[in-house]
């Protein structure tokens, strides 16, 4: 059985870093596309980015673009969601999820695609 588990999440000042990390287990992420997702109370859960391990190439929206770096460890089946230039409104619920079966990621983070997900980690940014 597939599992993914986050970890990572705190409480930084405006500015700050985090660094999430999503560990896939129960399966070769090979086989994957993970996507970062996050939701703030009261909005719908938006697309952050993604990464097909098998090519290592990921994808961001507009809005954290040059802030948000996903990168790979293949010795631990782990994707991270490195965060930095933090703004309050960056603050959410951040999951980690995946679409098993496949070794490419759609072009667009949609969330209706993601069958796998993560109990989320929480971040918090203070202004």
């Known amino acids: 059985q597939v599992q993914l588990a986050e970890s990572g999440g705190g409480s930084v000042p405006a500015g700050g870093s985090l660094r999430l990390s999503c560990t896939v287990s129960?399966?070769?992420?090979?086989?994957?596309?993970v996507g970062w997702f996050r939701q703030a109370p009261g909005i719908k859960r938006e697309g952050v980015g993604s990464?097909?391990?098998?090519?290592?190439?990921?994808r961001y929206v507009d809005s954290v673009k040059g802030r948000f770096t996903i990168s790979q460890d293949d010795a631990k089946n782990t994707v991270y969601l490195q965060m930095n230039s933090l703004k309050p409104e960056d603050s959410a619920m951040y999951y980690c999820?995946?679409?098993?079966?496949?070794?490419?990621?759609?072009?667009?983070?949609?969330?209706?695609?993601?069958?796998?997900w993560g109990q989320g980690t929480q971040v918090t940014v203070s202004s």
């Open positions: 999820a995946a679409i098993h079966g496949v070794s490419y990621c759609y072009p667009t983070i949609r969330e209706s695609n993601f069958g796998l």
């Open positions: 129960g399966d070769n992420y090979s086989n994957m596309c």
């Open positions: 990464i097909a391990p098998s090519t290592g190439s990921p």
